[in-house]
Every structure is written in C-alpha cells, then in structure tokens.
C-alpha cells in the first residue's frame, strides 16, 4: 500500500509568483485535506476535497486554491505569494464512506513540501 | 468553535523518566481528540485518539493519554522516555468523530536527556 506522496519536497519562490504543489493520495482514499505549518506552529486546515468538491475551507484567502482528481490527487496552487506564505505544506488523506458519519476516517499525513518565498 | 492550547513549547526528560506533555481544550460540542507526533523532515503521525468511549486511551509506542472533562484536558504520558521519543508533539480537535478538519495546538518540543 503507498503511503501519501508530496512534490516537491523543498521549492524557493520569490514575492508575487504562483505556485502549485501536488499530493497523491492513499490508495483507496477519497477525501484529501491541506494544512499550513508555519515554523513554529502546528499545521492549520486550509481547505479539504471530497470526491472532486471543495468541502469546507479554513480562514485563508481566495489566491489559495485546489483541486482534486479523478484519481483523488490533488493540488494546492497560491497566487501571488507572500513571504508570510513561507511554510510546510501538508496533505492528508482519508476514506470516508458514501454512508457518512459513525467511525473515524484516519487521516495519513505525507511528509509536506517546504516552500520558502523571498 | 473549538482550540486546544498546549502548555510548554519545549519538554525535557530524562531517558527512563515519566513523559507528560499537556493539553487542553475547548469546544461547545463534545469534541474528539487526538495527539500526533512529527519527526523531523516527515509528516504527522496519529499516536491516539479520543472517541467518547473510554477515557484513558492507549496509543503507539506507550503513549497513552486521559479525557478528563472536568478539567478540559486530554494530557499525553508515557511512564518510561525512551530517546526515540524525540519529536515534536501536537495535540488536536475536531468538531465531529468523521470530520477530518483538524485544530491543532501549537506544539510541544519533546527533547530525552540520556
């Protein structure tokens, strides 16, 4: 079974530019969460992806956006980039039944991309 | 709307000694629980959860952690530190047993003296 994939693993950018990031889910998971860790601080939920749809969204801005696969990857593009933007990116994969709630759908974290913006 | 606050940054111990890292939280539901653990340049790795069923919950590696309700807290031990331990250690809450969406503390830097 392949764990969550992150990539790149380190990215340099520079003010103003736009970046993508990208994860691969856990084989068999559906739902597909991003996470912000400053240095210093614990990760904060930016949005999350159910089966191609947005579905609940963090206290970011609109120039961090997403997407979701047909396969369940996924990507994290931000525009115009802040040095406040500066952080480890996170995803996390889960499996959630068609049925809904009733058991915890454990969330697989990949190793995070590092994007630095000077 | 729920936050757990994490009390002390940085945590040191003695290998052999009695880790306890704090947590505590607010919520206005009944919240779910839950201690990661972050090694350096890797992801999160879930070492307990709690679910409204038992209270004193066990988890990877020796951890275990206790809900006490009374006192808003969800505080992580481990009876004997083992170097491995190192890591950094986030406590978190979610509104809902399937709700992924996860609130994080900020952290407690776990350090073992040998």
């Known amino acids: 079974e392949t764990g969550v994939t992150q990539s790149p693993t380190h990215l340099i950018k520079t003010r103003g530019q736009q970046v993508t990031l990208r994860c691969s889910s856990q084989s068999g998971h559906n739902t597909v969460s991003w996470y912000q860790q400053a240095l210093g601080q614990g990760p904060q939920f930016i949005f999350q992806?159910?089966?191609?749809?947005?579905?609940g969204r963090g206290n970011f801005p609109p120039r961090f956006s997403g997407l979701q696969f047909p396969n369940y990857s996924s990507e994290l593009n931000v525009n115009a980039l802040e040095l406040d933007d500066s952080a480890l990116y996170l995803c996390?994969?889960?499996?959630?039944?068609?049925?809904?709630?009733?058991?915890?759908?454990?969330?697989?974290f990949g190793p995070g991309t590092r994007l630095t913006v000077l | 709307a729920q936050s757990v606050t994490q009390l002390g940054s940085h945590v040191s111990v003695s290998e052999g000694a009695l880790v306890l890292l704090r947590c505590n939280y607010s919520s206005s539901v009944p919240p779910y629980l839950f201690w990661y653990v972050q090694y350096p340049n890797q992801g999160l790795q879930l070492l307990l959860k709690?679910?409204?069923?038992?209270?004193l919950v066990k988890g990877i590696n020796g951890f275990e952690a206790e809900f006490k309700k009374s006192e808003t807290s969800f505080h992580l031990t481990k009876p004997s530190a083992h170097m491995s331990d190192a890591a950094e250690y986030f406590c978190?809450?979610?509104?809902?047993?399937?709700?992924?969406?996860?609130?994080f503390g900020t952290g407690t830097r776990l350090t073992i003296i040998p």
């Open positions: 992806y159910y089966r191609e749809e947005e579905n």
């Open positions: 996390a994969s889960s499996r959630r039944s068609s049925s809904g709630g009733g058991s915890y759908n454990e969330q697989f």
């Open positions: 709690y679910t409204s069923a038992a209270t």
């Open positions: 978190a809450v979610s509104a809902s047993f399937g709700n992924e969406k996860l609130t």
